[in-house]
């Protein structure tokens, strides 16, 4: 009953969609008000009634509703409560339904935080997110309905991937959803300013914050993403370069671009068109990344056994999507009249300068991350494009861009010049230089982690010399700093945080650099050395857990003759799914992590394999790029973000500083 | 007015095409070095690749074959199995702790080098998320050797690989297992 219920919520949830997708945008051609105002209720309405239908799936997941198809090949009655919720969305249906609502969700936020919005405008938007929430629920009722029942009812289902049991998952991937979903906003407003033909800046000053949050939420889920391969994978490493990871870094990339230009939009009413091909590109990304997934075309570690007729569907919606996009685009761009002209030594110089490079960076993650697609289907080549290329192509890439971030934030608007940057920043040059002999002294001559030191210490050096200007530290006395400091916009201080951030996920990744690690079998009171600790392997012993068992492994970590840590590794075995999976025990002081696994045991020789790790830094890359999330978060609480945006009248007769 | 933005525009354009061309060139050279191909064991008894050579070698990890080789107090056991695709098989010995879904009977995809004697030696057994999942690559090992036709079902169980009859639908002469 509850699941047909569900079922019938999603339908309505379409029906919805349809009228939402076309009575507004209908209304705003024909200048009807009162088609206009559909727009609302009607986006509320979708919301109400796909979040009642992801509750009643949930509930089917909570009571281990065996009738239902979706519960059976993913849920166990012996799986713990927690794992039965979040397991909802650990599957290709849940994920998806719960997709479709966090787009409702922004719909019913634009429509809600939408007052002052323009409302034809207004109308639009919520028009082409509720073609968009069409697509969407149509791919969910056609492909994978996730209320199919099955009867007879099995007496127990098949159990959740035992990988995806876990904290981790009960949270990644609904901040990449929210990511994702949030450029589904700014491709909204893209299209909406299309069809009106007008950019200005209170479109940018709406845009930015959709694209701010959309950045944060991505910024963090992919974090999230990669710490918890990090610590459930048990690899040691934190990115792989896999196609599905790449497919969540490349809106990730087009959004810090869109972020960025999104400015110039507002501040300077220059980069308009520019401006909304990011948008576009951004959502294009979004959808490419979810085809990438879903479909299972390329080779990956995230790749489930799968459908190819869901493949083609979202393909499908992704040409619909962006053909129609471009189309607009290629003819109501030329609508668009900039009105902000700058220099190009100057800060929208150094924010085109971002762009470029990003943009090239997404050039080539993109080109590496397809080609084995490619290939196969031109040339019939079996290829696959790994790590090495992705850091050889993109690397010489991050260097100018990060060279170039540091000088951004402190060049004036339209025209800047070099003597007074380099006055600003010549300690942070010699702080790099500083740090990258001290770290090449230090490491053994290691190089390439040791030029990765300097450029951190340079960015996050940068960003300090950035909050020392704007506060005036060094030319008045501290208090009137003080007060400046506080008169500070958050929106600078969330930039400032954010570009530190990324020089403390800098420094995380050449520290992981020098990590070192070590396999040996050892049987136990044996030990081994490594990174200056003395790892004793004390004992093997099983344990018994809700759905599983395991052998679980006591490494002491001694130093100086004294036991620092004591860690438990353990392999675990879920006899549902047959299946071993692997916890890592992790011991952090937020400056290295030691990170000890157990592989395979030899009974016969009475060993254990163990691999363990000294990873330098480690923790700095996700607590970077939380650094990072907060600084949007910072710039998106900014009072001219929170204060309604200015009227379309006053923005035409002068752009705001 | 028009001339700066003309000016400006000329900025833009050579800033592209340079970031556009570091962009391609960076591409391409990388491309040279790092692109591994991906190869059946049918694949290698045809032409075999030089030691020098890193690829990806895939299959169905043969029933029984893995075996772990005694080592040398403090050594790492070497694991050793055979990758098949119903027609040929290579030994692959692995230094190191297999994956979590790594079986007997299971699609695997290793990379690694063929070294003079035969043997394949793998730097990286890869792991999946899926234990339903059969990589790309390997199903299509098994379909150009011909021992499996995905529309007539799962692929064969490999405990029967070795006394197939290439000539014969593998789905017809499976058994459980």
């Not at chain 1, 059976?72 to 479709?100: D, M």
């Not at chain 1, 959004?255 to 909304?276: D, N």
């Not at chain 1, 600003?424 to 190089?447: I, M, N, P, R, T």
């Not at chain 2, 990758?83 to 290579?90: E, K």
């Amino acid at each position: 009953m509850i699941a047909e219920v569900g079922h019938f919520a999603l339908t309505l949830a379409l029906i919805l969609a349809f009228a939402q997708s076309v009575l507004p945008l209908l209304g705003a051609e024909t200048r009807d008000a009162r088609m206009m105002a559909t727009a609302a209720p009607l986006a509320l309405g979708q919301c109400f009634a796909i979040a009642a239908a992801f509750a009643c799936l949930m509930y089917s997941y909570v009571i281990n509703d065996t009738t239902v198809m979706n519960v059976v090949q993913n849920s166990h009655s012996a799986k713990p409560l927690l794992y039965k919720i979040t397991g909802t969305w650990g599957n290709h249906e849940g994920s998806l339904v719960l997709w479709v609502m966090i787009l409702a969700l922004c719909g019913a936020a634009v429509s809600a935080f939408g007052r002052e919005l323009p409302s034809a405008l207004k109308a639009r938007v919520l028009g082409v997110l509720g073609l968009i929430s069409l697509g969407f629920l149509l791919f969910v009722l056609k492909t994978s309905n996730p209320f199919d029942r099955v009867w007879p009812p099995p007496a127990d289902g098949q159990g959740l991937n035992p990988i995806l049991q876990d904290i981790g998952l009960a949270l990644h991937p609904p901040l990449l959803y929210v990511g994702y979903v949030g450029y589904a906003v700014t491709f909204a407003f893209a299209i909406a300013a299309l069809i009106e033909g007008r950019v200005d800046a209170a479109w940018g000053r709406w845009v930015r914050p959709w694209s701010l949050a959309a950045w944060s939420f991505l910024t963090l889920g992919i974090a999230l993403g990669s710490w918890w391969a990090y610590y459930e994978l048990g690899w040691g490493g934190y990115w792989f370069w896999d196609p599905v990871e790449n497919a969540s870094l490349l809106p990730w990339l087009i959004g810090t671009a869109l972020l960025h230009s999104a400015i110039v939009v507002e501040k300077r009413e220059a980069l308009k068109t520019w401006t909304i091909l990011l948008a576009i590109i951004a959502f294009g990304m979004s959808l490419l990344g979810t085809f990438l997934v879903r479909s299972g075309v390329l080779n990956s570690v995230h790749s489930f056994a799968n459908d190819p007729e869901r493949g083609m569907f979202i393909l499908g919606l992704l040409m619909f999507y962006l053909a129609g996009a471009f189309l607009l685009f290629a003819w109501r761009a030329s609508a668009m009249i900039p009105t902000g002209i700058f220099a190009p030594v100057s800060r929208e110089g150094a924010i085109v300068l971002n762009n470029l490079l990003v943009c090239s960076i997404t050039a080539v993650v993109f080109v590496g991350t397809l080609w084995p697609l490619f290939a196969d289907s031109m040339f019939g080549l079996k290829v696959s494009v790994g790590a090495p290329f992705f850091n050889a192509a993109s690397f010489p890439l991050v260097v100018p861009l990060l060279l170039a971030m540091a000088a951004g934030p402190l060049m004036p608007w339209k025209r800047a010049a070099l003597a007074p940057l380099v006055m600003k920043l010549w300690w942070c040059a010699v702080l790099a230089f500083a740090v990258f002999f001290g770290a090449l002294l230090l490491s053994g001559e290691k190089v390439l982690p040791a030029v990765g030191f300097a450029f951190a210490a340079w960015v996050i050096g940068a960003a300090i010399a950035d909050l020392a200007d704007r506060t005036a530290l060094f030319r008045t006395n501290p208090a009137n700093a003080w007060a400046r400091a506080r008169g500070l916009p958050r929106a600078a201080w969330g930039a400032a945080i954010a570009h530190a951030g990324i020089g403390i996920v800098a420094a995380g990744i050449s520290g992981m650099g020098l990590a070192q690690e070590k396999l040996v079998a050892m049987a136990p009171g044996e030990s081994t050395m490594l990174a200056g600790y003395e790892w004793r392997l004390e004992g093997v012993r099983d344990v018994e857990g809700p759905n599983w068992t395991a052998r679980r492994a006591t490494i002491s970590v001694i130093r100086d003759g004294q036991v620092l840590h004591v860690m438990e590794p353990s392999r675990r075995w879920f006899p549902v799914a047959r299946q071993n999976t692997t916890e890592v025990a992790i011991r952090t002081n937020l400056l290295f992590d030691l990170y000890a696994v157990i592989g395979e045991e030899d009974t016969a020789a009475g060993q254990a394999i163990i691999r363990i790790h000294f990873n330098l830094l480690a923790p700095w890359i996700w607590l970077g790029s939380a650094i990072m999330a907060l600084g949007g978060g910072l710039s998106l609480s900014d009072r001219r973000v929170r204060v309604s945006a200015p009227s379309r009248r006053t923005a035409a007769q002068g752009a705001p500083a | 007015m028009n001339t700066a933005r003309k000016k400006r525009r000329m900025w833009v354009v050579l800033l592209c095409a340079i970031g556009l061309g570091s962009a391609t060139a960076l591409t391409l050279t990388a491309f040279q070095d790092n692109i591994v191909f991906f190869r059946s064991p049918s694949d290698i008894m045809a032409d075999r690749p030089g030691p020098e050579r890193a690829f990806r070698l895939g299959g169905l990890v043969e029933a029984g074959s893995v075996e772990r080789l005694p080592a040398a107090s403090g050594q790492l056991p070497t694991m050793r199995f055979r990758v098949t695709d119903g027609v040929h098989q290579v030994s692959v010995n692995f230094q190191g702790v297999l994956p979590d879904l790594f079986r007997e009977g299971q699609g695997v995809v290793t990379m690694g080098r063929l070294t003079p004697d035969g043997v394949f030696r793998a730097s990286e057994v890869l792991a999946r998320h899926d234990e339903n999942y059969m990589p790309p690559e390997v199903a299509d090992a098994l379909k150009r050797a011909g021992q499996w036709q995905p529309a007539l079902g799962p692929a064969p169980a490999p405990a029967t690989w070795n006394t197939m009859d290439p000539a014969r639908p593998a789905s017809q002469g499976r058994t459980g297992s």
